[in-house]
């Protein structure tokens, strides 16, 4: 099984967690009109798929381990297991009624208040669980980056003129804050304690939660949509290939920045309120996006480019206390 032993190696797994959290929506603009429920469906195919691929392979460099994936798994507690499987499902919820908000309310509202609220629960609960890294540096960092959320926030609503926010788009972000930040402290449970799970059994079996709970919960949001007419599963059928590949590269892509935040948490020198705070700077890593790529701020005035600018000052501020917290840890 492969983990970090040094902090430049887990740092960079962190870094690369944060890059795919960020970009794996660009699959989702990639389809165009296709509505996101029938993405949905392939995008956690991928999840699934990148779930057994690193257990088969990252998990399983030594056999013979006891911490090898499938020795492991066969070795760990039931509890371990269902920690792992409700964290996956929880994740699914946070996910979908993430969407379901930045639809009615936008990003703007959607996303200061949902990842927010689920970078300050996630952090903190995290940290109770395994208090590793400087609280001072670790805690400080998160205020940064909730700031910089907020500055692209306004940026993007100044840059559409604003608009009027429904009490059920508040709802739904804070929802979404509240589910999006209790998934990984089931997950860091599930990785400690008698007889836990290691990172590679936790992505497998936290894939499996976010395979099933998808069946109920993207079906009843296909029949019930927030915005738009129902969806049938016909419509799914009759998606292209390049449409369903798109769906399944948008799961892979994900997939892999989660099982290399999970690896990155395992070492002893990082934690998981280090990996969790540190890989929700994805959001400024969809900024980058958003400006540079799909220039979603062409013809921005002054005051919306300096707000950008202040954005990625808070983000880099924040995210360097973070990193530099797990090495001052006794100050």
């Given at each position: ?182 998934f990984y402290p089931f997950v860091a449970k ?101 400006i540079f790529v799909w220039k979603e701020f ?34």
């Open positions: 099984m492969f983990i970090p032993h040094g902090y430049s190696v887990a740092l960079a797994l962190m870094l690369l967690s944060m890059f795919c959290w960020g970009s794996w929506a660009n699959t989702q603009k990639a389809t165009g009109n296709w509505r996101f429920e029938l993405f949905y469906w392939d995008y956690v195919w991928g999840i699934l798929i990148s779930g057994v691929a690193a257990g088969l392979t990252l998990g399983r460099i030594e056999p013979t381990s006891p911490e090898s994936f499938f020795p492991n798994l066969a070795s760990a507690n039931w509890h371990a297991i269902a920690l792992a499987f409700f964290g996956g499902a929880i994740f699914n919820v946070a996910n979908l009624l993430l969407v379901a908000a930045i639809a009615i309310a936008g990003m703007a509202v959607a996303f200061p208040i949902g990842i927010g609220l689920a970078l300050v629960i996630g952090s903190v609960l995290n940290y109770l669980i395994i208090p590793k890294g400087n609280p001072v540096l670790l805690f400080g960092g998160i205020v940064l980056v909730v700031v910089a959320i907020i500055f692209d926030a306004i940026a993007y609503r100044r840059l559409r003129g604003g608009s009027p926010v429904t009490r059920k788009g508040i709802v739904l972000s804070l929802l979404c804050g509240v589910a999006m930040g209790l599930a990785l400690s304690g008698e007889n836990h799970l290691v990172p590679y059994t936790v992505a497998f079996v936290f894939a499996i939660g976010v395979f099933i709970s998808n069946f109920p919960l993207n079906y009843a949001l296909m029949r019930w949509p927030v915005t738009g007419n129902p969806v049938s599963v016909r419509e799914y059928f009759a998606g292209t290939g390049i449409l369903h590949a798109w769906g399944i590269a948008g799961g892979l892509l994900w997939g892999v920045g989660t099982i290399s935040n999970f690896v990155a948490s395992y070492a002893r020198i990082v934690g998981p309120a280090t990996a969790y705070g540190f890989g929700q700077g994805a959001t400024m890593i969809s900024a980058v996006w958003g062409r013809g921005a005035d002054n005051r919306v480019k300096s707000l950008l600018i202040l954005m990625f000052v808070f983000f880099i501020a924040g995210l360097a206390a973070v990193a530099l917290a797990p090495l001052t840890e006794n100050g």
